[in-house]
């Protein structure tokens, strides 16, 4: 059963780091592009960070860009975020997403066909 599970998530001080996981047990996983989304209390899930299949192409929101990356070892059929310099406003649940094709935009929650169950990241101001 195809199945993607976050880890890594937690509790941070502004302008910390965290390094979030997501191990991904789906057939072809090294084919398919994924993702990282977000989802805060009240809000709707954002987009946050995609990365192709092969690790070569990555879309950021601007929210992140330049503090977040993610990246992917195809060898551990894992993704990563790499956060840095955290913000209050980065508090969310955070959620992996793996598409097996795009049609539109990468961005696109409707785009992703599997999703983990989410991790907690909570910044402190």
């Known amino acids: 059963q195809a199945q993607l599970v976050e880890s890594g998530g937690g509790l941070v001080q502004a302008g910390g780091s965290l390094r979030l996981s997501c191990a991904a047990s789906?057939?072809?996983?090294?084919?398919?592009?994924a993702a990282w989304f977000r989802q805060a209390p009240g809000r709707e899930r954002e987009f946050v960070a995609a990365v192709d299949w092969s690790g070569a192409m990555t879309l950021y929101a601007d929210s992140v860009k330049g503090r977040f990356t993610i990246s992917r070892d195809n060898a551990k059929n894992t993704v990563y975020l790499q956060m840095n310099n955290v913000k209050p406003e980065d508090t969310a649940v955070y959620y992996c997403a793996v598409a097996k094709a795009y049609e539109s935009d990468a961005r696109d929650p409707n785009e992703y066909d599997y999703w983990g169950q989410g991790t907690q990241v909570t910044v402190s101001s």
């Open positions: 789906i057939p072809t996983f090294s084919s398919h592009a």
